[in-house]
């Protein structure tokens, strides 16, 4: 997988995606000589700038985007930050913060668009948030109507659903909670993370398919369908792009064309690529 933008376009998905659609998860690295990744970051990412991620989605038909910060950049949200400034009207963020920051930083980044923070419960990504400082988190955040997204696996979803139950505010869990697709919608963790979207406050993103299956992705189209089917209202779909840590080489013109198969109704997809993403994120 390269980032170059020069090496643009691709070739065009078979899907045609309706007006306004949003990739609700992609990611902006770098460039590093701008933007350096955290010292202490788990892993290094090729150079991903905003140029890479525009050229992605005018091949792909997408026309709004949720910029999520990664943990190789840290609590350094500037790379993020500086594509949601060159075109708020398209782009919303995702920050990844801790109880340093100031009102003043919150403010600031509200204004560039960011909505949301994330935490990760992943531990290859270096140890897991600490669930008092998440709290304090979120208690800066209320006043903002901000969310929190959580990059959560399929092992931590039952220890930590009813943690997730009792969060006071609109809640987004990543990537499918990253079930293992190949043990198929009856497994303990999917269970419950159906049950999960039971509470109105809980979304989730049928993004990630790369994440818990391998091309052509047939075992992640059971789970993604069913959580289309319960989550309705609160659903969401990205890219993934640039697919940072992952175990294989992407095509997101594949990811998009997937999109039909596990919603293969107009108004479903509708819904998670336009409508959802508008309403969380305020999209006009």
Not at 46 to 70: M, N, S, T, Y
Not at 83 to 95: D, E, F, I, K, P
Request: hydrophobic share 40%; with cysteine; aromatic share 8%.
């Amino acid at each position: 997988m390269t980032t170059d933008p020069r090496t643009f376009p691709r070739r065009r998905p078979r899907l045609a995606l309706p007006p306004n659609s949003c990739d609700s998860h992609c990611h902006v690295f770098g460039p590093a000589s701008k933007f350096p990744y955290a010292p202490s970051r788990s892993y290094t990412p090729e150079d991903a700038p905003k140029e890479a991620l525009e050229a992605l989605h005018q091949q792909l038909g997408i026309e709004r985007a949720v910029i999520v910060q990664a943990s190789c950049h840290g609590t350094d949200n500037n790379a993020m930050l500086d594509c949601l400034r060159s075109n708020q009207t398209r782009y919303r963020g995702v920050a990844i913060v801790d109880d340093s920051f100031t009102e003043a930083q919150f403010r600031e980044m509200h204004e560039a668009g960011v909505r949301g923070v994330r935490f990760n419960f992943m531990p290859h990504l270096g140890a897991s948030a600490d669930l008092a400082m998440v709290n304090r988190v979120i208690d800066r955040i209320k006043e903002l109507s901000w969310h929190v997204v959580l990059h959560i696996h399929g092992g931590v979803i039952i220890p930590m659903s009813d943690i997730m139950q009792k969060l006071p505010i609109p809640f987004v869990i990543d990537h499918m909670g990253r079930v293992a697709a190949k043990d198929g919608v009856d497994q303990p963790p999917f269970r419950a993370l159906l049950e999960l979207l039971r509470n109105e406050r809980c979304w989730i993103k049928v993004c990630g398919s790369e994440r818990i299956s391998m091309p052509p992705y047939c075992e992640a189209v059971p789970i993604a369908a069913a959580l289309v089917k319960a989550g309705g209202e609160r659903v969401l779909w990205g890219t993934d792009f640039p697919h940072p840590n992952a175990t294989h080489d992407a095509d997101e013109t594949e990811l998009v064309d997937l999109v039909a198969q596990f919603a293969p109704e107009a108004v479903d997809q509708q819904r998670f690529l336009v409508d959802n993403p508008a309403r969380l994120y305020g999209f006009s």
